[in-house]
């Protein structure tokens, strides 16, 4: 009885969580470039339980492990890292990126974090921030006298110069693209860090194969599918009471070979 206990237990931590990575999913639905995440589980042994088996050949008994006392575990928190659907903004400081590159964030200190959310905006020096107010890696410095500027298809940035004929170079964006993007660790402000998951990353300017093309004037939005979050919110919750019914009704059988005994 207190295997079977075990077992509903891990279901309902299980579930418990699952039901906290839908919430966040959901409430993340209109965050620009957000991932969502979904909870990989596994089969765990809870115990091993020793069994007596005659040996046919010997005159002894050998033991074997059982492997039916088994619950479930959380093996890890993955990031889906399929696109979102990318909308027109016609904000110049805004980028999408039509691949599978991710924007390089400078944390300080040698940290660099990466990012599909191309909502940018100038800071008090001039150079191109996140929300958060950190620079690209490298950091992009638009003059003062800049009247407009001009982002490519391959990163290549461009200003309009007071007194100038012609736009003038001031540099160049360049993304980092993962061997498995699905292992990045999230850290917050929709900033994710390597892991020995997602590998090393690579760096390239967009446009090169595998990187994908930036948009001006366009955001990517979340790739939180509404009606799958319901559905899998309807799934754990019934998974949820199920396993409170097992520790219920281990529980009463527990409790009936007590009274017997008695």
Known sequence: MLNILRLGLSG??????RNTVTASNVSNINTIGYKKRRVELSEVNLRSSKILRQNLSKSFYSPTVSSFNRGVKVQGISVINTKG???ETSNQTDLAIDGDGY???DLGNGRTAYTRNGALKVSSEGTLVTNDGYNLEPAITIPQTAKSIIINNDGTV???????SQMVNIGQIMLSRFPNPNGLKGI???LYER???SGEPVIGSPGEEGFGKIFQGYLEDSNVDLAQEQVNLIIDQRTFEANVNIV??????MKT??????
Request: no cysteine.
């Open 188 to 190: 917050g402000s929709n």
């Open 195 to 197: 892991t020995m998951a």
């Open 85 to 87: 659907p990318i909308y």
């Open 158 to 164: 461009q200003a309009e110069i007071e007194g100038e």
């Open 103 to 105: 924007f390089r964030i």
């Open 257 to 262: 070979i007590i009274d017997i005994k008695r």
């Open 12 to 17: 309902i931590t299980v579930s418990n969580l």
């Open 248 to 253: 219920k009704t281990a529980d009463q059988i």
